[in-house]
């Protein structure tokens, strides 16, 4: 079945320090791909996407490439803040449509000292 | 415009009791699905509502049951809670026919069986 691997933490950098969080996955056919983002004490919001090989996703100074020959969609970001200490998710789901079911990975926490 | 609002916020449960959990989705969505977050893991897909009936559903025991009414708005009923339903639940909202893949979070009720 469809499945979705990151990296573990936690992670723990120093401000203005560059980030990468690796992520791959396993499945069939052509899945979109996201990462969300939960702060403490909230819910999970959509950092960004990609919908199909070679695109690109961009929000808030993050990015990710969708690498289908290499099944992997890592975030990166140039400069990290402390306001950027969440919980990461890397996630997919398998079917065009924003009603089809998400399947995500474990997380990697992300802690930023000052 | 409301997000996607949970009820209650926490509840601690005995073991063999019942539970329900509701979720109101975002104005204008018309589809809800319910995952369930175990501590330090990804959400878990439970089952998808729309048009008030169960159209997906996760690796989740019958114990695990759910509702959607006429405004859109659904229940999470777990029977016979057992230790292991401990955790943080979600009910993410969307509209089927939009195909923008974002499924909108609400902050999750966290649910302790003791």
């Known amino acids: 079945g469809n499945s979705v691997t990151q990296m573990e933490g936690p992670v723990t950098l120093s401000e203005e320090a560059f980030l990468t969080i690796n992520c791959t996955y396993t499945?069939?056919?052509?899945?979109?791909l996201f990462w969300y983002v939960q702060y403490p004490g909230e819910g999970l919001q959509l950092l960004l996407k990609?919908?199909?090989?070679?695109d690109k996703g961009s929000n808030k100074g993050f990015e990710a490439t969708y690498r289908k020959e290499t099944t992997s969609f890592h975030l990166e970001k140039g400069s990290v803040q402390v306001s950027d200490s969440a919980v990461y998710f890397c996630a997919l789901s398998d079917k065009y449509s924003s009603a089809s079911k998400i399947i995500f990975g474990s997380g990697t926490r992300l802690s930023i000292r000052p | 415009d409301a997000g996607v609002t949970q009820s209650p916020t926490h509840l601690i449960k005995t073991r063999g009791q019942q539970v329900t959990l509701r979720c109101s989705p975002k104005?204008?969505?018309?589809?809800v699905s319910w995952y369930q977050q175990a501590l330090g893991q990804g959400p878990q897909f439970i089952f998808q509502y729309y048009e008030e009936e169960e159209r997906q559903r996760g690796n989740f025991p019958d114990r695990f049951s759910g509702h959607q009414f006429p405004n859109y708005s659904s229940e999470l009923n777990v029977n016979a809670l057992l230790l292991g339903d401990s955790a943080l639940y979600l009910c993410?909202?969307?509209?089927?026919?939009?195909?923008?893949?974002?499924?909108?979070f609400g902050p999750g009720t966290r649910l302790t069986v003791t």
């Open positions: 990609a919908t199909k090989a070679d």
């Open positions: 993410a909202s969307s509209f089927r026919a939009e195909l923008s893949y974002e499924q909108y």
């Open positions: 499945a069939t056919g052509y899945p979109s």
């Open positions: 104005s204008g969505h018309d589809t």
